[in-house]
């Protein structure tokens, strides 16, 4: 998971030409949606990810750790930005 997760933030700096302070925030929101994933599903490659896996990981996001709303979507649009690279 972090090899994949690395390349992505390196084409995110390199080939699309994002902050370091973005490739960062990016960094922080993947690591995150990766430990709730290993911790609560037992899931170890981003191939196993399913639809409620996601639904999950928003509803943790939301009324486990109660972050705003626009944290919440910063979340899910590094998620799904990564998604459409992988």
């Known amino acids: 998971m972090r090899q994949q997760t690395e390349s992505f933030l390196t084409s995110l700096r390199d080939e699309k030409g994002y902050s ?19 911790e609560q599903t037992g899931t170890i490659s981003w191939d196993s990810v399913s639809k409620e896996d996601l ?8 009324y486990e750790r109660e972050y705003a709303s626009a944290t919440v979507a910063r979340k899910v649009a590094a998620t799904k930005s990564f998604f459409h690279y992988l």
């Open 55 to 62: 639904d999950a990981y928003v509803n943790y996001l939301r």
């Open 20 to 38: 370091n302070n973005t490739v960062v925030a990016y960094r922080n929101d993947l690591g995150q949606f990766a430990r709730f994933l290993t």
